[in-house]
């Protein structure tokens, strides 16, 4: 499993890896490759897997909306949290059929309880 946190707001990005870092040693679960970018170039340049990514809305360049719908045109199952400030892009995510749009600041707990449904359904699209 690959998770990417894609954010311009590189002190963001790293307090998110601590959590989800947190997150899989407190489940005492294989802790997956966790990668960071800054651009939603960047991200749609990636190689690998794009099972689960954590994507920012407002950035320069390719905004999240852009990129998360490039994803799920490249991959249907990819797993799509986006996280902002502005609420104003809900309908603009849904479109793509974001799976959780969680509002900054981060709340760990939040991230744990989400993390858990993610991973559930992570595990169901590898078997089916």
Same mark, same amino acid.
């Given at each position: 499993?690959?998770? $990417?946190? #894609?954010? &311009?707001?590189?002190?963001?990005? @790293?307090?998110?890896?601590?959590?989800?870092?947190?997150?899989? @040693?407190?489940?005492?679960?294989? =802790?997956?490759?966790?990668?960071?970018?800054? *651009?939603?170039?960047?991200?749609? +340049?990636?190689?690998? *897997?794009?099972?689960?990514? %954590?994507?920012?809305?407002? /950035?320069?360049?390719?905004?999240?909306? #852009?990129?998360?719908?490039?994803?799920? +045109?490249?991959?249907?199952?990819?797993?799509?949290?986006?996280?902002?400030?502005?609420?104003?892009? $809900? &309908? &603009?995510?849904? @479109? %793509?059929?974001?799976?959780?749009? $969680?509002?900054?600041?981060?709340?760990?707990? @939040?991230? %744990?309880?989400? /993390? +858990?449904?993610?991973?559930? =359904?992570?595990?169901? *699209?590898?078997? *089916?």
């Amino acid at each position: 499993m690959r998770i $990417l946190i #894609c954010d &311009d707001d590189t002190g963001f990005s @790293r307090q998110l890896r601590e959590i989800l870092i947190t997150f899989f @040693r407190e489940n005492s679960l294989k =802790l997956p490759e966790i990668i960071i970018y800054d *651009s939603g170039e960047e991200l749609l +340049k990636d190689p690998g *897997s794009k099972d689960i990514v %954590f994507l920012d809305i407002e /950035m320069p360049g390719m905004n999240g909306i #852009c990129a998360g719908n490039e994803l799920k +045109k490249q991959n249907e199952n990819t797993i799509i949290f986006v996280i902002t400030s502005y609420s104003q892009y $809900l &309908d &603009d995510a849904m @479109r %793509f059929h974001v799976f959780r749009y $969680l509002s900054k600041p981060l709340e760990e707990q @939040r991230i %744990f309880r989400n /993390m +858990k449904d993610a991973l559930a =359904l992570y595990n169901s *699209s590898i078997v *089916s």
